[in-house]
């Protein structure tokens, strides 16, 4: 079954890119605003590209009392050479397991010169401070993207 907007958003429970628990539940009861993206792998072309224009944004971000945070189903210390190759100043989340990814409906079959296989399809989530889906971006392309987020938040 595919996330609406409008729906509460399922929950998150994964270590971070320092190896820490992180849970959506203490993000939202601080009353934040909660963009979570997924992406497929770290420190490959598009997934930089998201990742600097996030970075670049952070503080307009800041400045809506919004937290941005990236998944992947990268290991850890995969997540924590991607954040430090890029000087990101947000979180990334390891989901290995994909647990996440199936939680919001983006671990999904694809097809790369006609083999298929399981992977993040690239969606990005804005969940408000209430715990609901304020927004959905499928099929995000990664130019432009920080940009698209940030003008949803003004609304």
């Known amino acids: 079954m595919a996330l609406k907007e409008g729906a509460k ?19 939202l009861k601080a009353g934040k605003n909660v963009v979570v993206y997924f992406y497929p792998k ?4 598009g997934c930089t ?9 952070h503080s ?3 400045r809506t ?3 941005v945070l990236g998944i ?14 890029f000087a990101l100043p947000f979180t990334l989340l390891a989901d290995p397991d994909h647990a996440a990814a ?3 409906g983006v671990w999904v079959e694809k097809s790369m010169y006609g083999k298929k296989y399981m992977g993040v399809e690239r969606t990005t989530f804005l969940i408000g401070p209430d715990g609901k889906i304020r ?17 949803a938040l003004a609304t």
Do not use: M, N
């Not at 959905?136 to 940030?150: N, Y």
């Open 9 to 27: 958003a399922p929950k998150i429970e994964l270590l971070t890119d320092k190896d820490e628990k992180l849970t959506l539940a203490s993000l």
């Open 49 to 57: 590209t998201e990742a600097c224009e996030f970075r670049d944004q």
């Open 72 to 85: 992947s189903p990268d290991p850890v210390k995969a997540q924590a050479k991607f954040q430090a190759k």
């Open 65 to 67: 009392d919004t937290v």
């Open 60 to 62: 307009a971000f800041a």
């Open 135 to 151: 927004k959905i971006w499928p099929k995000v392309k990664p130019a432009g993207h920080a940009a698209e987020v940030l003008a």
């Open 42 to 45: 770290s420190d490959t072309p």
């Open 102 to 104: 199936e939680a919001y």
